[in-house]
């Protein structure tokens, strides 16, 4: 009976390390996710600008994804820094018509 409550209690034990490191490995693949910001001051509209700034983001080699903020004229990219550039993005923006358009943070 002994033997029994011990080998429980030693894989309750060893669970709950395998879940804290678990944790540990995803929180750190989440901050290491390449992230670059650009302010997009031009966009006026809630419905068509965000589409524009996405599409033109999306079209940017290295993109893995796009969220827009109209409230605060901010797009967000998760790309893959081997392929991104920046500075090919912001004139596409400029192309789009979103003049203003400039690289905020690139993490």
Do not use: W
Not at 33 to 62: H, I, N, R, W, Y
Not at 64 to 93: G, M, N, P, W, Y
């Amino acid at each position: 009976m002994k033997y029994c409550i011990a080998l429980s209690a030693l894989a309750v034990l060893a669970a709950g390390c395998q879940s804290k490191h678990s944790a540990v490995t995803e929180e750190s693949s989440v901050q290491a996710t390449p992230t670059v910001a650009f302010t997009v001051p031009d966009m006026m509209c809630e419905f068509s600008c965000v589409e524009q700034v996405k599409k033109a983001l999306a079209a940017q080699p290295g993109v893995k994804d796009v969220e827009v903020d109209f409230e605060s004229k901010r797009a967000t990219v998760v790309v893959d820094h081997k392929q991104f550039d920046a500075s090919a993005a912001i004139a596409t923006l400029v192309d789009y018509q979103f003049t203003n358009s400039q690289l905020v943070s690139d993490k």
